[in-house]
């Protein structure tokens, strides 16, 4: 079952790339979700956390990249919250293939409310300068 859906009324931001990765980067989430609660193998497990973790530093810089060519103001806020998040995947990454973490069904629900803040309160925000 999905951990996370989106939705143009809760998630979308008006920005067509935004919103596709968006759509992208909640799938690999969900796929995630999915195969660390229903007992995949850690192989497959640690595959998909290395693959959303790459893909939301993509993301970030995708979204960084382009609020700096807008000279959106709210930048330097916005990066320190994706640096944030991307602290905390890393050392979880880090932990799991060293064997001293899990990716739980709390680790799911932490990343599934900060997204459930972030692209409301702060992506949206970005909206009137990069749509």
């Given at each position: 079952m999905?951990?996370i859906t989106?939705?143009a009324e809760?998630?979308g931001?008006n920005?067509g790339f935004?919103?596709e ?5 909640f799938?690999?989430?969900?796929k995630?979700?999915d195969?660390a609660?229903?007992g995949a193998e850690?192989?497959?497990?640690g595959?998909?956390?290395?693959d ?10 995708h979204?960084?990249?382009?609020m ?6 709210g ?6 919250e ?7 995947c890393?050392?979880l990454?880090k932990k ?9 069904d ?6 599934k409310n900060?997204?459930n803040?972030?692209?409301?309160n702060v992506?949206?925000?970005y909206?009137s300068?990069?749509?």
């Open positions: 999905a951990l989106w939705t809760q998630f931001t920005v935004a919103d990765e968006h759509k992208i980067l799938g690999k989430l969900n995630l979700y195969l609660t229903g850690r192989s497959t497990v595959a998909q956390l290395d959303l973790i790459a893909y939301v530093v993509e993301h970030f810089a979204e960084e990249k382009e700096a060519a807008a000279g959106y103001s930048l330097d806020a916005h990066k320190k994706h640096d944030a998040l991307v602290t905390v890393a050392d990454q799991f293939h060293a064997g001293q973490a899990e990716v739980t709390e680790v799911g629900q932490m990343v900060w997204l803040n972030h692209i409301p992506d949206k925000k909206a300068a990069l749509g």
